[in-house]
């Protein structure tokens, strides 16, 4: 099948022009020369991509296709499906990675002739790495056929950025194209996750150069936890989804050092884990899970006399805790297993003998609170349980440690999805855990208010055995104690007499002004002002501006997303005097950057308009984008959000000199508003305190 056959669709234009979805619409509407449809249907239609290609170079749209653009829509567009063409790819890298000879004699030739050659080939390469038994099934010569264009594309992006970073960047864009269809679990939480899985004592978890292991993930999903493992000696995995199932053996194939047999045995299988083990008589020096939450169906009935469940069988509702003991069944004596877990696990009376059971025998180890946006479902703080498989001449552990990462100690930092300080919550509970986790330790741990404590066991052993960590929990000194509500008064006092000589004198009415009016798009074509739309990509420790911290005044507190290929994009960092404007939302919002938040990049959701100093002046521009009719007018309304376009945006016409008069007004107007946004935040803040002060004793009546 010839390269023509690729198919794109609307939103697959929008990326390769880099505009938004509804420019694609408007030029399908106004150019009669536009490509037409080959495939889709009416409301989602596809084009072929040669003729969007060819149509964007000739409107001046498009210079070049990036190549890893080029394959994303060769993926995407595939006969049989995106994950058909990912499986073939990822077989194909495997095969320009381990057999660089190899590849280049099969692409030698003519199309029909490679699909006819490449089964062999790939065969020798799948079986040295998986062996007999494997997730990753040959494809035929018929199957391949169509994806040989695909197959080359992904190797020339192969030889610009490596086998295993081109697959990484495809699989993502599969996930991020199917975000309701797979359970993911961040890198950060995967990380985490791998360090605490480290055996007792290993000075490597503190470092993260974690030590050789042999791994079991049973609901293995996309594979981001045994890829967070490093140097492992052996790696086992199951999945229930075939599909993904192969996926995720190709991106721990590719993942692994070295070529061919070099990389860890690696044991990809395809199964219900619950109901067919496929590794019954494995152990395994630590098991890592992220479980399917709140199944009801997870066969229940049919194992009810099953010999894992050896703390005892689990209720219909509790199928986490049928996870958890089949972790602990698969780990060796002293081996470590670490599940996520739904908060309600650590509660529930229908598990409470179970948990009473982990216990008493020594086997949970510690139960971790996490902030919310951990992982999905991001409304709510999971916990992560650490288990450890005792041993036969073993004395039950006397203490649980319990750990509150949702306030980590470093008090202030951004929560919520995609906000979080991964590093302060990584510091806090790895403290906590290497410090708990000690063999012989004799030392009682040092209990930390509000953030980690050594339960003794028979503290929990009561009816309900409740596991929550906050339960268990010394609180915070009220505020930080009396002495820093002291301080927060202080601010606040000084904050408070700022706004009374910041507010602003009465207003002078006036004849309304008759002015000529421009638009912030013919400014841009003018060249005034530079547009553009911020893409979420960050550059190294830059810090990112969110949508939340324009709206809240917050400095930038996002953090730019782990790359797993080549770059998205190229990040957009900010300039003293960029004017930023949210997309969502309607609101009458816009925001000077001054020198502190230079530098950072720009967020999702966001524009920026980057005004000529010698013909804009940025306060005038940025308070004029601030009035409410101004705003209204830009604005289009989607059934569920409002969205602003700033190129509707008007400003008068002035002369420079008169737009700095109204720009140091706007800028002592946002000051009076910074200076009510402080005192609130500090108001809040001391009135929580002395509320906390005075319930937990720490601070007196008057």
Request: glycine share 10%; charged share 20%; aromatic share 4%.
């Amino acid at each position: 099948m010839p390269d023509d056959s690729t198919e794109v669709t609307a939103a697959g234009i929008a990326r390769l022009a880099g505009v938004g979805r509804a420019a694609v619409s408007n030029w399908r509407r106004r150019h009669a020369d536009f490509p037409k449809p080959v495939g889709g249907t009416e409301a989602s239609p596809s084009f072929a991509l040669p003729e969007v290609e060819q149509w964007l170079r000739h409107q001046g749209k498009l210079a070049e296709v990036p190549l890893r653009e080029r394959v994303w829509q060769q993926v995407a567009g595939h006969p049989d499906g995106a994950v058909t063409a990912l499986v073939h790819a990822g077989c194909a890298l495997l095969l320009v990675r381990d057999r660089p000879t190899a590849w280049l004699e099969i692409t030698a030739v003519s199309d029909a002739r490679m699909a006819g050659v490449l089964p062999g080939a790939l065969d020798h390469v799948l079986a040295d790495r998986f062996g007999p038994e494997r997730s990753v099934h040959t494809p035929t010569a018929s199957a391949l056929l169509p994806s040989v264009p695909l197959l080359r594309a992904a190797a020339e992006l192969a030889a610009e950025t490596g086998a295993r970073q081109a697959f990484d960047f495809l699989f993502g864009r599969q996930l991020d194209a199917n975000p309701r269809q797979y359970t993911l679990t961040p890198p950060g939480l995967a990380e985490l996750m791998a360090d605490l899985a480290q055996p007792a004592g290993d000075a490597t978890r503190r470092s993260g150069r974690q030590g050789s292991l042999t791994v079991l993930d049973p609901a293995a999903g996309t594979g981001a936890l045994l890829c967070a493992v490093a140097r492992p000696t052996a790696l086992h995995a199951q999945e229930t989804d075939p599909d993904l199932a192969a996926l995720t053996a190709l991106r721990l194939a590719l993942q692994s050092t070295g070529s061919g047999a070099a990389g860890p045995p690696l044991a990809v299988r395809t199964g219900d884990t619950l109901r067919d083990d496929a590794f019954p008589r494995l152990t395994v020096d630590a098991v890592l899970c992220h479980p399917p939450f709140n199944e009801r169906n997870w066969g229940h009935a049919e194992l009810a006399y099953d010999p894992r469940w050896e703390y005892g069988f689990p209720a219909r509702t509790e199928s986490e805790l049928a996870w958890v003991q089949h972790a602990l069944a698969h780990l060796r004596e002293g081996g470590t297993a670490v599940l996520l877990m739904p908060p309600a696990a650590a509660s529930r009376r229908s598990g409470r003998r179970i948990r009473a059971d982990l216990l008493r025998r020594g086997a949970l180890r510690a139960v971790i609170a996490l902030p919310a946006g951990a992982a999905p479902p991001y409304g709510i703080p999971l916990h992560i349980w650490v288990l450890r498989k005792p041993g036969a001449e073993q004395s039950p552990a006397p203490e649980l440690l319990v750990v509150d990462a949702a306030e980590p100690e470093t008090a202030g930092a951004p929560s919520g999805r995609d906000r979080l300080d991964w590093p302060a919550v990584r510091g806090a509970v790895l403290d906590a855990w290497t410090t708990f986790d000690v063999p012989g330790r004799r030392e009682p741990l040092e209990e930390r208010p509000g953030t980690s404590r050594a339960v003794p066991v028979i503290e929990l052993l009561d009816d309900d055995v409740d596991l929550a960590p906050a339960r268990h929990l010394p609180p915070r000194a009220a505020g930080g104690g009396a002495a820093e509500l002291v301080r927060v008064r202080g601010r606040l006092e000084e904050t408070l007499k700022l706004t009374a000589r910041l507010t602003p004198r009465p207003a002078v009415p006036c004849e309304p002004a008759r002015r000529p009016f421009t638009t912030v798009g013919e400014l841009a074509r003018a060249g005034a002002l530079h547009l553009r739309t911020g893409t979420g990509a960050g550059s190294g420790t830059a810090p990112v501006l969110t949508e939340h911290d324009v709206l809240a005044g917050t400095a930038p507190s996002g953090t730019p997303p782990v790359p797993s290929g080549p770059p998205g994009g190229e990040p957009l960092l900010l300039e003293p005097g960029d004017v930023i404007v949210p997309v969502l939302g309607g609101g009458s919002v816009a925001r000077v950057v001054d020198d502190a938040t230079a530098g950072a990049a720009l967020g999702r959701n966001l524009q920026l308009l980057r005004p000529d100093p010698a013909a804009l002046d940025p306060w005038f521009l940025a308070g004029f984008l601030r009035g409410t009719a101004n705003s209204r007018q830009a604005s289009s309304y989607a059934s569920t959000a409002t969205r602003l376009d700033a190129r509707r945006l008007q400003v008068p016409r002035l002369p420079l000199a008169e737009q700095q008069r109204y720009g140091a007004q706007f800028s002592a107007l946002a000051a009076f508003e910074d200076a009510l946004r402080t005192a609130g935040r500090l108001g809040g803040q001391l009135v929580q305190g002395m509320y906390d002060g005075l319930t937990d004793g720490s601070v007196a009546p008057e």
